[in-house]
């Protein structure tokens, strides 16, 4: 288990379902990033927040909405995703933007299949 | 575009066999060199480099960035089954300002034999 919790860890839902991935880290860390990770594949990054802001935003299909409430939680709201969606999705986050030297520290993730 | 070229892509050995994992790179502004160990959920974080020349070393487990040549490695010493996994190499450079983003390279699958 890591400090950072991802919930649910797995989720099986349709297209047209809405549902929401939640991370949360108790850490004091002031970034936080959303990743996607298909099957044998590096995970590839989504979105970065900073100071609960949206700092990067890797060209994300509009069907991924972030969402930062407070420092502590990280929440990704999904609707009308496709199959080829379907991937791990894995939370991170480091003690300060901008900093180089601490690493990124990762949820275990929750495992999306789209029906 | 930043790159990470990670090799060999896998590796079969036995255990007690000593194994190196090669990551190279090119990467604007390079900040840090991240290691990681990936099994079945989370990248468990490794090593983090960011000085060339200084070994990084825990337990059977070390590393070693060489700015010069772009390049880092992985040792591990004295194989187990428990260090079958997926190891990730990341790069750490600007975006813009004091902005900062990994790159990752494709992993490493290392099975280690009883």
């Known amino acids: 288990d890591t400090e950072v919790t991802q919930t649910p860890k797995h989720l099986v839902m349709g297209m047209t379902n809405k549902k929401s991935l939640k991370c949360e880290q108790h850490m004091g860390h002031r970034a936080m990033y959303w990743y996607k990770q298909k099957a044998k594949k590096p995970p590839e990054l989504m979105f970065v927040y900073s100071y609960e802001k949206l700092s990067i935003n890797e060209s994300v299909p509009s069907r991924f909405s972030p969402e930062c409430p407070n420092s502590s939680l990280l929440n990704l709201h999904l609707h009308a995703l496709q199959p080829e969606d379907s991937a791990l999705y894995l939370c991170?986050?480091?003690?300060?933007?901008?900093?180089?030297?601490?690493?990124?520290?990762f949820g275990d993730g929750t495992r999306l299949s789209i029906l | 575009e930043d790159k990470v070229v990670q090799s060999p892509l896998s590796l079969v050995v036995h255990e007690g066999d000593t194994v190196t994992l090669n990551c190279s790179y090119e990467?604007?502004?390079?900040?840090?060199l991240l290691w990681y160990k990936q099994e079945k959920k989370a990248p468990t974080f490794l090593f983090m480099l960011?000085?060339?020349?200084i070994e990084k070393k825990s337990g059977r487990l070390s590393s070693i960035l060489d700015k010069k040549e772009l390049s880092s490695i992985l040792n591990i010493t004295a194989t187990q089954t428990g260090d079958s996994a997926i190891y990730l190499c990341a790069v750490g450079g600007s975006v813009t300002g004091a902005n900062s983003k990994l790159t990752f390279g494709k992993g490493i699958t290392l099975s280690v034999r009883p």
């Open positions: 991170a986050s480091r003690p300060a933007w901008g900093r180089s030297n601490q690493p990124q520290h």
């Open positions: 990467v604007t502004n390079f900040r840090s």
């Open positions: 960011t000085s060339s020349g």
